[in-house]
Nanobody, 122 residues
């Protein structure tokens, strides 16, 4: 059974940084796209960033462009989300996803992690 496990969430002050990690249990998924989404209670899941298996042509939501960076290490089956200049509105549960290609649409990703909470507050 494929498992995606996120880590690195927590509480950070506005302007601070966090790095999220997501490791995949299935090595064969190293050749597919990976992405990060976020979701607040009662709201729809929101796209954050995506990266194709090759690591090139990354995609970002306008709200995080210039502040967040997605990267991957296929040898470690791990994708990262470096989050800088964090704002209170970045507070959400962050989910990693894996799928055939890098898109902004949640339904195109068949594999999901359980999520990690990120709270930005002073």
């Amino acid at each position: 059974q494929v498992q995606l496990v996120e880590s690195g969430g927590g509480l950070v002050q506005p302007g601070g940084s966090l790095r999220l990690s997501c490791i995949c249990s299935e090595r064969t998924l190293s050749s597919i796209a990976r992405a990060w989404f976020r979701q607040a209670p009662g709201k729809e899941r929101e796209f954050v960033a995506a990266i194709p298996w090759s690591g090139g042509s990354t995609i970002y939501a306008d709200s995080v462009k210039g502040r967040f960076t997605i990267s991957r290490d296929n040898a470690k089956n791990t994708v990262y989300l470096q989050m800088n200049s964090l704002k209170p509105e970045d507070t959400d549960v962050y989910y990693c996803a894996a799928g055939g290609r890098a898109t902004v649409i949640p339904s195109t990703y068949p594999y999901w992690g359980q999520g990690t909470q990120v709270t930005v507050s002073s």
